[in-house]
């Protein structure tokens, strides 16, 4: 659980909580709650439910992220293709939904050292575009590739990864992989700035 992009924190931010599973619960009549408050009585009067909201929606993250742009809400009204396209948008699913590494991204991120992270840490896929090296796929793995290294040029190289793996237009729904959430600040993208106009305006409706 965690939060999404805000005044705080543009990257969201990812609190490290489970979230309640809440099918599972409702399916036995919310019994662990029940016996959760019933012992709570014993001891208190009154109580204080901080962060109500995530009784109605949470913010939730893939485990394998740090940060929390590739969440999405839940419960939450996801997308179909067909609902997708009715916006004017030609919707490419593996396109959008993976991350987008052209070589101009790459240059444009990390600069004098494109060269290192594209042999480091990329896999060349045909004509300028790029994909991650299975072991740096996900923000979790590019944590620990990076554990332990503090250097300005380090943090700097692994928050250029981060940006990367993030760099997408839309992420599944968590419990039907064949509906879709825009993804929240998809503006900000590589991808949405590689757009066609019309295709950016599509997407914002």
Request: proline letters at 4%; aromatic letters at 16%; one cysteine or more.
């Amino acid at each position: 659980a965690g939060a999404p992009p805000d005044a705080f924190s543009v990257n969201g931010q990812n609190w490290g909580l489970p979230t309640y599973n809440w099918d599972r619960m409702i399916a036995d009549g919310c019994e662990w709650w029940v016996r959760r408050f019933q012992n709570m009585a014993k001891y208190f009067d009154a109580y204080r439910i901080d962060h109500v909201l995530g009784f109605f929606r949470i913010w939730a993250i893939p485990t394998d992220c740090v940060g929390g742009l590739l969440g999405q809400f839940q419960p939450a009204l996801a997308m179909s293709r067909d609902e997708i396209q009715s916006y004017g948008l030609n919707f490419q699913e593996h396109l959008f939904t993976t991350p987008f590494i052209a070589h101009w991204v790459v240059e444009r991120v990390f600069r004098e050292h494109t060269e290192e992270v594209i042999k480091t840490y990329l896999n060349h896929e045909h004509d300028d575009i790029y994909s991650l090296k299975p072991e740096y796929n996900t923000e979790r793995k590019i944590e620990a590739a990076f554990e332990g290294k503090t250097t300005e040029k380090d943090v700097w190289l692994r928050d250029g990864l981060y940006a990367l793996v993030d760099d997408v237009l839309f992420v599944r729904d968590r419990k039907n992989p064949n509906l879709f959430h825009p993804r929240i600040t998809a503006q900000l993208n590589f991808m949405y700035e590689a757009l066609w106009d019309g295709d950016k305006a599509a997407f914002n409706r």
